[in-house]
Antibody, heavy 118, light 106 residues
Framework: EVQLVESGGGLVKPGRSLRLSCTAS????????MSWFRQAPGKGLEWVGF??????????EYAASVKGRFTISRDDSKSIAYLQMNSLKTEDTAVYYC?????????WGQGTLVTVSS | SYVLTQPPSVSVAPGQTARITCGGN??????VHWYQQKPGQAPVLVVY???DRPSGIPERFSGSNSGNTATLTISRVEAGDEADYYC?????????FGGGTKLTVL
């Protein structure tokens, strides 16, 4: 069974950094791209970015709203994907989800809440 | 960037058919995926590649896509179908969602 568990969320001040983790199990992690999404309170789903598998170069793509501030990385030996968030803004407040894949998304974590507030 | 347009809300009586649209420029040339999200829960994929259903999704959920509109159809609507529904496509190495449609079961 595919399982994805996000962690690392919490309360952080504007301008600070936070790193989220997505721990995967139930599949060969290195074979898949991994994506991050977010959902601000009461709002719709927003794509954050993804990282391709090493077989496809391990490259990344980001939404314009986070490009240059957020970085996605992966540790295939640990089956973990990371979302490094720098220069956080109040508008980054959201539940952050990780998913498997980069095309459509059948497997989601439960999400982790990030609150950016002074 | 590519834009997907969904109606904010759709209402339907139990047992009837709900149709949720997703508009986009020549969306018929793309593959559309649909998600259901209930309050406090992660999204659930209900249709992928326009009209395919993941295992475990009832046959009552179906999809179509042509021209400038994709449609998610839910037949014999049940109270448990009340949720937000999002369409999604892949465009130019990015993932695009519609704004979401709240389905209310009267």
């Amino acid at each position: 069974e595919v399982q994805l568990v996000e962690s690392g969320g919490g309360l952080v001040k504007p301008g600070r950094s936070l790193r989220l983790s997505c721990t995967a199990s139930g599949f060969t992690f290195g074979d898949y791209a991994m994506s991050w999404f977010r959902q601000a309170p009461g709002k719709g789903l927003e794509w954050v970015g993804f990282i391709r598998s090493k077989a496809y170069g391990g490259t990344t793509e980001y939404a314009a709203s986070v490009k240059g501030r957020f970085t996605i990385s992966r540790d295939d030996s640990k089956s973990i994907a990371y979302l490094q968030m720098n220069s956080l803004k109040t508008e980054d407040t959201a539940v952050y989800y990780c998913t498997r894949g980069d095309y459509y998304f059948q497997h989601w974590g439960q999400g982790t809440l990030v609150t950016v507030s002074s | 960037s590519y834009v997907l347009t969904q109606p904010p809300s759709v209402s339907v009586a139990p047992g009837q058919t709900a149709r949720i649209t997703c508009g986009g420029n020549n969306i018929g040339s793309k593959s559309v995926h649909w998600y259901q999200q209930k309050p406090g829960q992660a999204p659930v994929l209900v249709v992928y590649d326009d009209s395919d259903r993941p295992s475990g999704i009832p046959e009552r959920f179906s999809g179509s896509n042509s021209g400038n509109t994709a449609t998610l159809t839910i037949s014999r609507v049940e109270a448990g179908d009340e949720a937000d529904y999002y369409c999604q496509v892949w465009d130019s190495s990015s993932v695009v969602f519609g704004g979401g449609t709240k389905l209310t079961v009267l």
